[in-house]
């Protein structure tokens, strides 16, 4: 009786599979020129450190405006002034970057105990690193353009990582940052179902020098802010829908939550 032993069997061919997820990584991998040049931005907080070199930097290829307390102030604490500028503003944006948030907030550094905590303090983190962005969030996003590529990115921090977090302190400063990149996930999915090609995400610029951040800086390298603002543009054009509600650092690794 005849037969057919396993490693007779005739070998199965190769298929070919479309991965769909890289097909569209490699249409989406374009420059951030590609995507949003010749569009409108707009950037929250362009007159500080890195909201400054942003704007410099997105003048290149895009026609840019800008809102700040100290310009026409604009104040992100308070939803009356996001909700009227809101108003004046004409639809149509391709990007929005909210470069807003601070470490240190009204002379109160970040804690380095439990013990150290001040509810004050820590409200008026919440206020500005989180409740802010959510208020442009909730205002400045039905400004985007309503078909094809839109980006809003929000400036986070890697200290707000729960997963990367080994040395605790910076308690309020770390939560309120947790907090906003919870608000930009949960919005991207409900932004994705009005603009499927829009991204949303939460990034973290790398240690950057200014005034502010000099104290803080110890051993670690710092960037100076149009370096920063580079590396972020960088990013934003290697970022696609599919990383909407992601969190990312300046070289467009990913962040763990």
Request: aromatic share 8%; net charge negative; charged share 20%.
């Amino acid at each position: 009786m005849g037969g057919t032993i396993a490693g007779d069997l005739p070998q199965a061919k190769p298929v070919f599979r479309l991965d769909v997820t890289r097909l569209r990584r490699m249409f989406w991998h374009m420059t951030f020129e590609d995507r949003y040049g010749g569009g409108r931005a707009l950037v929250l907080g362009g007159s500080g450190g890195i909201g400054g070199a942003l704007v410099d930097r997105l003048n290149r290829c895009m026609a840019v405006e800008t809102l700040s307390r100290s310009h026409n102030g604009f104040d992100l604490t308070v939803e009356q002034s996001v909700e009227n500028w809101a108003s004046k503003l004409t639809p149509g944006y391709s990007v929005i970057f909210d470069a807003t948030g601070a470490l240190e907030i009204d002379g109160a550094g970040p804690e380095k105990s439990i013990g150290q905590i001040e509810p004050d303090a820590m409200t008026a983190q919440f206020a500005l690193n989180a409740i802010g962005p959510a208020l442009a969030l909730k205002h400045l996003t039905p400004l985007l353009v309503k078909e094809g590529p839109c980006l809003f990115a929000s400036l986070s921090a890697r200290v707000g990582s729960i997963g990367d977090n080994r040395l605790g302190g910076w308690i309020s400063y770390r939560a309120a940052k947790a907090a906003l990149n919870q608000i930009m996930h949960t919005s991207a999915i409900e932004i994705a179902r009005k603009r499927p090609d829009a991204v949303v995400v939460s990034l973290h610029p790398g240690t950057v020098q200014s005034d502010l951040t000099a104290k803080y800086l110890g051993r670690h390298d710092a960037v100076t802010p149009p370096e920063a603002a580079e590396n972020l543009v960088t990013v934003m054009g290697e970022l696609t829908p599919e990383d909407t509600g992601g969190f990312f650092d300046w070289k467009g690794e990913v962040i763990p939550w």
